[in-house]
């Protein structure tokens, strides 16, 4: 993938004014500065490429932003020439990069209950990365979202997954494999990575970042787990949780989630939003209205910063981004990049080649 690092602190400062004070741990920028360091790239030119000094993640309070942690993922793949950074960061896991989170992930007594840990306590590294486990018949299936955010950057989608399968690997001594691997972005160029790593080759444009697993792999013990330690961890856990800040989400993100997910079915209106949300269309303008927004200006924004995003992954075509932020003529996408970049989405891309 060849980014632009001009596009990229652009598209920074517009993700950041879409998405407000969305944070994470600075850890997860030091594993990603890691990672590249391992893969050859000195860390003075990410950190130059981004602005991010991975010394500020000594500190367990330390913050960063969504939108900087993605320009950190894009930036370390263009400066390592990999394609699939992301998936050979996860192979690059070791124990304590996340700290509290990791320890009590890893001394738990199954993989199961390794990834109900990961579920629970995730929020301790990242404010809004959300795990859902849904349990069939013979199949478990984990969702991962972010609950308001339209997209996650591939190679941070491709880590997260990846990294449920390494650990639990790590863990239990024995290979785990997935089934099967849902990814939202479009495909890459070679699938040979993704299927060494996961397994199984991954399905790409699906609706949902999610992965399937084995109930019996899922079960396996953990040969190392020490229960009292695994208590210990676990109180301590639950006491950082109990202290992080009630979480509140604004109308704004509220819609935004729902428009994401509903631009691509057409289903984008003011009357199918405030359906999904439960409310009457009157009751969702005086809410918006609150918050100094119209569903006009939410849905105006979202495109823009959508397109943005997906303009960055040359390999999805224009007419496609077009369809992607809710057009159903590319004529009508083309004249509103104009108004919000001043240039067409061909020029854009031309500029950032």
């Not at 790239?41 to 981004?50: D, E, F, G, I, K």
């Not at 650990?167 to 239990?172: K, L, M, P, Y």
């Amino acid at each position: 993938m060849t980014v632009g690092a001009g596009l990229l602190t652009s598209h920074a400062i517009e993700y950041d004014r879409c998405m407000g004070a969305v944070q994470m741990s600075a850890r997860i920028g030091a594993m990603i500065v890691h990672a590249a360091s391992a893969a050859g790239v000195p860390r003075s030119n990410l950190q130059r490429a981004t602005g991010f000094d991975p010394a500020t993640a000594a500190d367990p309070d330390a913050r960063i932003s969504l939108a900087l942690e993605e320009q950190l993922w894009n930036e370390a793949a263009h400066l390592s020439n990999d394609d699939d950074f992301g998936l050979h960061a996860a192979e690059a896991m070791r124990p304590g990069m996340f700290d509290v989170l990791d320890y009590v992930t890893r001394t738990a007594p199954t993989a199961r209950a390794a990834l109900e840990r990961i579920a629970r306590y995730n929020r301790l590294e990242h404010d809004v990365a959300v795990f859902s486990i849904i349990d069939a018949r013979d199949v478990t299936r984990v969702e991962h979202a972010f609950s308001v955010a339209d997209v996650q950057c591939r190679h941070s989608a491709e880590f997260t997954l990846a990294a449920l399968v390494v650990v639990g690997g790590q863990i239990t001594g024995l290979p785990l494999r997935a089934r099967a691997v849902e990814f939202r972005h479009a495909a890459p160029r070679s699938t040979r990575e993704h299927a060494r790593v996961l397994g199984v080759v991954p399905r790409f444009g699906a609706r949902m970042n999610a992965i399937d697993l084995d109930p019996a792999a899922l079960a396996r013990p953990v040969p190392a787990a020490d229960p009292m330690l695994s208590k210990i961890i676990e109180r301590h856990a639950e006491a950082l949780l109990a202290a992080l800040p009630v979480q509140t989400r604004t109308i704004i993100e509220r819609v935004r989630t729902v428009l994401a997910a509903a631009l691509r079915d057409g289903a984008a209106s003011l009357a199918d939003v405030a359906e999904q949300l439960h409310m009457s269309e009157r009751s969702l303008q005086r809410r918006l209205e609150e918050e100094n927004a119209t569903f006009d200006t939410v849905l105006d924004e979202l495109r823009h910063s959508l397109s943005l995003r997906y303009l960055a992954e040359r390999r999805i075509a224009i007419s496609e981004v077009a369809y992607l932020v809710g057009y159903s003529e590319p004529s009508a996408f083309h004249r509103a990049f104009k108004r919000w970049t001043g240039s067409t989405p061909t020029e854009l891309r031309r500029r950032i080649a």
